[in-house]
């Protein structure tokens, strides 16, 4: 009995049939021949484009929208729309028409904005969890100062609060009292304000009597007492309502010839106009007196008369001037 070997051959070739230990027999009459396969069918377009515009929903909220095909979509699939974000398909309504939910991204389209028609819409995934928070960068550059805001308006008298009026019974602004009556400008000096005449003085250091010195005949350099920062003074030698006059520095510590001094005493101006030393505190000079030694600080009257200086301000009242109790 003759024994039959069958070799394959590749796909659109027909088989050759050998004979056993023999030579080729030739093809085979009732052999079949394998033809080439014919070509699948395309498949659908994961994408399409919306068909006509349509209003972002709320997060969480589903809106119809009408589109080119939705023979590619299921429900529930996770697809993208340009310019409008992520959703899920709710449900289908037809061949090109689906629901979408808005799943809220940050990246999402806001609420209320309208998506134009022809956007395209592809298939998408759910977004992926948050990743860690990254290093802090470094603090950028300190912006500039913003202007100064507008001043603002007075508050309201306190209970019982005395206020000052002119003659006229005018409210006199911006003045309060201290150890006196005093007046605040609106650069910040402080003036002594003389009630009987309305008008402002200040602490003037009109001759020697106003000095101190290191030495007990009141010779060489004289210093003069520093008054409270702010507290308007005049240099000496000069008049008490013409001027110039200064305020001392709030640093005045750094002035030239600061020192904190034991003061025995200040001078006394004789009634001839003679200055007497009474550096000393001994009574010796009509109108000297001793009395306990106290520390002061002082500077030079050369290094306070070189401080910038400035006129008197208006101070337009009717005099007397008298409080009231509201």
């Known amino acids: 009995m003759t024994r039959w070997a ?38 659908q377009s994961a994408y399409t484009t919306i068909a006509a515009s349509f209003v972002q929903p709320s997060a969480n909220a589903t809106v119809s929208v009408s589109v080119g095909s939705t023979a590619w979509l299921a429900q529930g699939e996770y697809v993208f729309v340009q310019t409008a974000g992520t959703y899920t398909v709710s449900s289908i309504t037809d061949a090109s028409t ?8 940050a990246a999402n389209a806001a609420p209320g904005v309208t998506i134009a028609s022809g ?8 977004q992926g969890p948050a990743g860690t928070t990254g290093a802090t ?16 308006t007075n508050g309201a008298d306190g209970a019982n609060a005395i206020i000052w009026e002119d003659a006229n019974d005018t409210v006199v602004s911006d003045v309060f009292s201290d150890y006196g009556l005093d007046y605040l400008d609106k650069s910040g000096h402080v003036w002594a304000v003389q009630s ?3 008008t402002l003085s200040a602490i003037c250091l009109v001759d020697q009597r106003f000095a101190v010195y290191p030495t007990s005949d009141c010779s060489g350099t004289a210093y003069v007492q520093i008054n409270v920062p702010a507290g308007v003074v005049c240099a000496l030698g000069t008049d008490v309502s013409g001027g ?3 305020v001392y520095p709030d640093d005045f510590t750094t002035m030239t010839g600061y020192e904190n001094a034991t003061i025995n005493s200040v001078n006394y101006q004789a009634s001839d106009g003679t200055i007497q030393c009474c550096h000393t505190g001994i009574a ?7 009395f306990n030694p ?5 500077v030079p009257a050369t290094t306070a008369s070189s401080l910038t200086q400035f006129a008197m301000p208006d101070f337009n009242y009717v005099a007397p001037l008298h409080p009231v109790v509201p």
């Open 6 to 43: 069958a070799i394959g051959s590749a796909v659109g070739l027909s088989l050759v049939i050998a004979g056993c230990g023999g030579s080729p027999k030739g093809t085979s009459s009732g052999a079949a021949t394998v033809g080439t396969s014919a070509g699948a069918a395309a498949g």
């Open 98 to 105: 689906v629901v979408l939910t808005n799943l809220g991204y």
């Open 119 to 126: 956007e395209p819409m592809v298939a998408a995934g759910a």
């Open 137 to 152: 960068g470094t603090t950028g550059a300190t912006g500039s100062q913003g202007p100064a805001g507008t001043n603002g």
């Open 196 to 198: 009987i005449t309305a």
């Open 244 to 246: 110039p006059f200064f």
């Open 284 to 290: 010796s000079s009509a109108g000297c007196s001793s």
């Open 294 to 298: 106290y520390i002061a600080p002082v």
